[in-house]
């Protein structure tokens, strides 16, 4: 029994265009050779050269420790900030289940939080009334890659004295007030290397950090609470099979393969990055007259956008799934980011939460489609895209 391929291939032919797909060259593919010629397939040189052009990317005295994922990023700064039962973390409604699943993960409680109707990222305010004593962290979300005022941030979090870790998985590369996200003084950051993401290793995901005992605390979890001081320790006066496990860790190790593919597209991030902007500018100046209402650019000076998402708002609620239709039928692919998390079955019961309770992201939720915006689409791609979503809308 083998699976029928044909059924699984992605259509890079014909009239079709996909809502997302990756941007892989032939350097992409030259390194993943030659990262299985080299004999290393799990975490080996590859992994280490990735995280040093990753972190210094970044600034100087930034770390950045992969991950198999995202998910394990977000995980892992939690833990290493000591979150725990009986704690409560911040985190906006409108994102992926992931933010929030990795609070109850340790035991502690996400609370859901209103966003800003204009950028659809956390609303500070609503964030404000909804803390208790009990509220140890943030997790605040750059939605599609629209960074959130890193000073408003920085403030809210000083002010109250909480822990701040970025679900950044949209935001590579963008900045806020001209500094990079991921390069700030947030306790973490972490980078989602997901198939559909800005930057790919099939899956994968960093932390960014400027505290080195967090960083060391992430590099021991990840590979099954193995402690690689001790490890280095022993190793320069003992055998090298000897190893000392200090805490019950997990299995999220990035492998070589994967690190050295994140390499290369680490270095066309940028050009990427200027690609989709010019995307964007070609939507916002087609749909500029029309009644959608088109996505944030900035929130202040100096901002970069990453334009991993380009989200419009339908002139009004109850066409969405219509217009998702009849994109589909003009073959070209759309979603909706996000189901806001108070509106699935899990969040919505351990939250006790009603549709009312977060009505900003409840009524955006209504009107928003996600329309194709990825490097690799053509000039005619993106004509096509503008004249289907404008003969419909
Ligand atoms: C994709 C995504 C994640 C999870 O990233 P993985 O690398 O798949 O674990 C987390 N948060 C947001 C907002 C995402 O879009």
Redesign the pocket.
Known sequence: MSINKEDYKVSLEGDFIPFALPDIAEAEIEAVVEALRSGWLSSGPAVKNFELAFGQGLGADVEAVS????????HLSLEALGVGPGDEVLVPTW?????AEVVTYLGAVPVLVDVDPRTLNIDFEDARVRMTDKTRAIMP???AGLPIDRLQLREFARSHDLLVVE?A??AFPAKSRGELVGAGQSEAT?????A??TMTTG???MVATRDSALADRIRTMRLHGINRDAFDRYRAKGPAWRYEVVAPGYKYNLTDPAAAMGTVQLARAQSMRDRRSNIASVYRDAFMGTDLVLPAESVVQGDMHSW?LYVVKLPDAGRRDSFISEMSARGIGTSV??IPLHLQPYWRDLCALRPDDLPVASAAFERVVSLPIYSSMSDEQVTRVVDAVKAIS
């Open positions: 991950l198999n994922s995202a998910t394990a990023g977000l994102t992926f289940t992931a933010t979300v750059h939605f679900d998985a949209h972490v980078f989602s290397f997901y559909t993401k899956e994968g995901g991993h980011h996000f």
